[in-house]
């Protein structure tokens, strides 16, 4: 039986098998936003940002080497108390894989940041959000509401 692993990996080592679970990610999102008449922009990364960020962090998911499943998380001092926080910037799982592997990861990396000395993680849940409910049980807490407000319609 084969089983998931977790590991950080460099990003621009894992970004060429990871741009195209990237592009359904940003699809995914893209409908749904759609269907509630949010209209944004195609998928265009700024990967040389992110390779060249030391700060960032590339979780993936794999099952027999394939990545099913990464996150980007940030890990920054907060503006106003300069407290280290993770920030989500990506996390995303192939709609194949949800199947209980998202709660593990995200426990993953929370231990992850929590060893590196954060305080908090912030996450804001814009794919699925239903992932909210998941992100409850392993003890987030709703602590703001994400607004957007498109000014080029």
């Known amino acids: 039986m084969s089983e998931y692993s977790i590991a950080i990996e460099p990003f621009k080592e ?30 265009n ?14 979780f993936v998911v794999r099952i027999d080497g394939e990545a099913v499943g990464y996150a980007f998380i940030w890990v920054t001092q907060d503006m106003h108390n300069s407290e280290l926080i993770g920030s989500e910037d990506t996390i995303y799982m192939r709609p194949d894989h949800r199947n209980g592997i998202g709660r593990r990861f995200t ?21 699925d959000l239903r992932v909210a409910k998941m992100c409850e049980r392993v003890g987030f807490k709703r602590s703001a509401i994400a607004m957007t407000y498109f000014l080029q319609e």
């Not at 426990?107 to 794919?127: D, S, W, Y």
Request: aromatic share 6%; net charge positive.
């Open 107 to 127: 426990k993953h990396i929370l231990a992850e940041l929590k060893a590196r000395g954060c305080q908090r993680a912030h996450v804001t849940i814009a794919t």
């Open 45 to 58: 990364p700024r990967v040389n940002v992110y390779g060249a960020a030391p700060h960032l962090l590339c």
């Open 14 to 43: 894992a970004w060429p098998e990871l741009e195209p679970l990237c592009r359904e990610h940003y699809g995914e999102m893209q409908r749904r936003m759609a269907s509630e008449g949010m209209t944004i922009g195609d998928f």
